[in-house]
């Protein structure tokens, strides 16, 4: 919300200057940055599930398959989805349907 502000509407505008000045604004801009850290960190996991997804159908479609080679990544996979639901955990709101 700050990025969209320019600098001269933070001067000009006096409730602009009171919302600058209260805490819980302080705290609220603080956890929206860290739901984006945490969000960006989620993506980059994802990513690398990918990537491992990707080697691991090359590795099985290939003429020769090294068969401890896949085992290892397929674990390593498991092991980055696990980290993916420990960490969107906490941003999914827990609500009854």
């Known amino acids: ?12 505008n006096p409730r602009f200057a009171i919302l600058l000045e ?10 929206v940055q ?5 969000k960006e960190e989620i993506d980059r996991v994802r990513g690398e599930h990918r990537v491992l997804d990707q080697k691991i159908s090359e590795l099985s479609c290939g ?4 068969y401890l ?14 980290k993916i639901f420990q960490q969107s955990e906490p941003i999914l709101p827990d609500i009854i349907a």
């Open 22 to 31: 209260n805490r819980s604004f302080e705290l609220y801009t603080a956890q």
């Open 63 to 66: 003429p020769i398959v090294d």
């Open 34 to 38: 860290e739901s984006a850290n945490q």
């Open 1 to 12: 919300m700050i990025d969209l502000i320019n600098s001269r509407e933070q001067i000009t």
């Open 69 to 82: 080679m896949v085992q290892r990544l397929k674990k390593q996979k498991l092991q980055l989805k696990e």
